[in-house]
């Protein structure tokens, strides 16, 4: 029971987690494309701001949903974070599939979080030990 429970909080953390940084993109973004109408070297790096940002934050919040379901599972950590990180990955990526195909940066990205939610396992265990 103890591992259902900890994949459940790691996963709704992270989806809560994402949910807040997406909404919170959306003000950001609406801000920066109206200050980018008066200048036009904004207009140039637009497509590159959500990956210099997002992705990173996108990493520190599977890292810390990892360390979430470490502290609830106790044990056999690396497991449960590999679950959740494969769970909420594949929950994201996989809508997006429907209307496109997936591309090179999805599975880097796909990798990337799953490794980000082990190593906060792995960083939650070596600080509990």
């Known amino acids: ?40 070297l904004l207009n140039d790096i637009a497509g590159s701001f959500r990956y210099l940002v997002g992705i990173p934050l996108f990493m520190v919040i599977m890292f810390f949903g990892g360390y979430v379901t470490a502290d609830f599972a106790r044990t056999k950590v690396i497991p449960h974070c590999l679950v959740v990180g494969i769970i909420t990955a594949s929950g994201m990526i996989v809508p997006t599939l429907e209307n496109s195909n997936l591309t090179i940066t999805g599975i880097v990205i796909f990798i990337m ?12 265990q070596r600080a509990n030990k």
């Open 1 to 40: 029971m103890r591992s259902i429970k900890a994949v459940l909080v790691g996963s709704l953390f992270i989806v809560i987690a994402i949910l807040l940084m997406q909404l919170a993109y959306i003000f950001i973004a609406v801000a920066y494309n109206s200050l980018a109408k008066d200048y036009a």
């Open 113 to 124: 979080a799953i490794g980000a939610s082990s190593v906060g396992g792995l960083y939650w």
